[in-house]
């Protein structure tokens, strides 16, 4: 059965845009209960980390440079089926390619600069948002 939490980042690029409090009113729009939140900034060992599974990825370097580059916004997001509901709620991968309307769509510059993260699986839901909370602020 699906699970009812994703857990999202605003990235470094759409926060340095200008475009948090957009991005947040839409999410919220969307019917995505915000369950917990941070404004942070993750050094590029924690960036490492989070994206391990792209390790042998070319674009994995540039990517955790660019994640660890300035501050991003980390949530839990609830909501029925959150995993699929948010990945068809922000769009493609490469915002070029992003329905419109999405939130890579709209806030997204490049396909690395897409905007915002979403989990993939209810199980890296759970992974990514215990990497950032303790399970008393989501749960
Ligand atoms: P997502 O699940 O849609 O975020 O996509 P992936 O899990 O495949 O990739 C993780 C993140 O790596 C994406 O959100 C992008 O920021 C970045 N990324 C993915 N593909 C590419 C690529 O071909 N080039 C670059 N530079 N970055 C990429």
Redesign the pocket.
């Known amino acids: 059965m699906a699970g009812n939490i994703t857990f999202t980042m605003i990235?470094p690029k759409a926060m340095a845009n200008g475009h948090m409090g957009n991005i947040l009113s839409k999410i919220i729009e969307g019917g995505f209960k915000i369950k917990a939140m941070k404004l942070t900034r993750l050094t590029k060992e924690q960036a490492m980390e989070f994206?391990a599974v792209?390790k042998e990825r070319p674009?994995y370097n540039?990517?955790t440079d660019f994640m660890s580059s300035g501050p991003i916004i980390a949530a839990v997001l609830e909501k029925e089926n959150a995993v699929q509901a948010y990945r068809d709620y922000i769009g493609a991968?490469n915002p070029a390619e992003a329905a419109e309307g999405t939130i890579r769509a709209l806030y997204g510059t490049d396909?690395?600069a897409?905007a915002v993260?979403?989990s993939?699986s209810d199980e890296n839901a759970v992974i990514e948002s215990s990497f950032f909370f303790a399970k008393r602020e989501w749960v």
């Open positions: 990235k994206y792209h674009f540039g990517l991968t396909i690395e897409n993260h979403g993939d």
